[in-house]
């Protein structure tokens, strides 16, 4: 096995280790404390290639692969879990879905901005009542009399960059009767009358990561605006979904390295009884199970983004890779954090330091875009063929 990554990869690596470290990391408690979307950082990585790494250059992105978008999002991660989410839903759920499904136009259109970084993009699947059971969506786009247009109406909830988002990708029912297959896709653009936003959700983290939810009240979309053919939305978005994982897995592994990280320094610099607490067996037994997580969540995060990249140049389906991907690190980096925070004691639930808020934001990455429980089904089904 080559190990190695390439110049391009290292270069993209290099780029977004810098940008962490100089504009994310010194003002990333802030942002967690206030909320506040972080644009004007936003902005930057799109300046520099990261709202679209995969994404041809034709297009406004970096035009790189899979194992460069991972080394990227850890990264950023590690400086700051908010940050990573906006990047990651940029990456891939938006333009992803449009680069595998979007016209050439739309691609122009529509991708370009967000790849850029003029622009935010957002992912519009998941319901007030419809998490998991996506297929339960009530969100309807009716094709009007002469076919030029839907209108929408409905409600999605929890939706990643919502109160921000330029454009919108949709998933919503065009033909009740067909279940799955009786779901499209479209972007959103909303600025049109009829879209409206929900109030900003508080949550317990990535709190600069702006989630709400959006109303769509006779909403009028083009036909041209529609992604693929009708019906052909619900496995675009499982598609898109694959990839997702993988990013959420690349966002586990660089906050369980940033806490993995902190903990080592502090182990080896704090005394008690006398000598450095790293000295101690129960300490060192937490330094272990914590370094050994760590590897495995990032040595199979690489393998899900592998798997793409063979996927994409020869077709089939990661989807079983990315799902291990992001069931071990999102796991892998809740066990961290908690053992950070545990060795640091009093000090890792004071907000003086960063532990706590990694403790916070490593809990979404057990939620969205897939629980755990949902990944654990999903390996199964695919290992033993049953349903």
């Not at 691609?107 to 009542?129: C, F, M, N, R």
């Not at 989807?319 to 925070?341: G, R, Y």
Request: aromatic share 8%; glycine share 10%; charged share 25%.
């Amino acid at each position: 096995m080559d190990f190695k990554f390439t110049d391009e990869q290292l270069m993209i690596q290099d780029v977004a280790r810098r940008i962490a470290q100089e504009k994310i990391a010194p003002t990333a408690a802030e942002f967690d404390r206030s909320g506040e979307f972080p644009l004007e950082n936003i902005r930057l990585l799109g300046e520099n290639g990261l709202m679209g790494i995969e994404v041809p250059h034709e297009y406004g992105g970096a035009g790189l692969d899979s194992i460069g978008y991972v080394l990227a999002m850890i990264e950023i991660a590690a400086a700051d879990c908010a940050h990573s989410t906006i990047m990651s839903v940029n990456n891939t759920l938006y333009c992803n879905g449009l680069m595998k499904s979007g016209t050439e136009e739309q691609k122009h259109k529509y991708v370009t901005p967000i790849a850029s970084g003029v622009a935010i993009g957002a992912y519009a699947l998941t319901e007030p009542q419809s998490g998991s059971d996506a297929v339960n969506m009530r969100t309807k786009a009716v094709l009007s009399a002469d076919g030029g247009h839907y209108v929408v109406n409905g409600k999605k909830s929890w939706i990643t960059s919502g109160p921000v988002a330029k454009y919108i990708m949709l998933f919503a029912v065009t033909d009740a009767s067909k279940g799955a297959r009786g779901i499209s896709a479209f972007i959103i653009d909303t600025e049109r009358e009829g879209f409206h936003r929900g109030k900003t959700e508080p949550k317990l983290g990535i709190r600069a990561s702006a989630t709400c939810e959006i109303e769509f009240t006779d909403y009028k979309v083009p036909v041209e605006d529609r992604i693929g053919a009708e019906g052909e939305g619900f496995r675009n978005a499982m598609g898109v979904l694959d990839a997702g994982r993988i990013g959420i897995a690349s966002q586990a592994v660089g906050l369980a390295r940033a806490a993995y990280e902190a903990t080592v320094a502090y182990v080896k610099e704090r005394k008690a009884f006398g000598q450095p607490i790293g000295s101690f067996q129960m300490t060192q037994a937490k330094i272990a199970d914590m370094k050994c997580r760590l590897d495995a969540a990032w040595l199979l995060t690489l393998r899900a983004a592998w798997a793409k990249q063979q996927a994409d140049k020869n077709g089939g389906r990661f989807s079983t890779e990315a799902s291990v991907a992001k069931l071990v690190a999102s796991e892998a980096a809740m066990f961290i954090t908690h053992q950070a925070v545990q060795i640091h004691g009093g000090m890792g639930y004071s907000k003086e330091m960063p532990l706590e808020r990694y403790f916070r934001d490593a809990k979404i990455t057990e939620i969205y875009e897939g629980t755990s429980e949902i990944q654990r089904l999903v390996i199964a089904r695919n290992e033993t063929g049953l349903r």
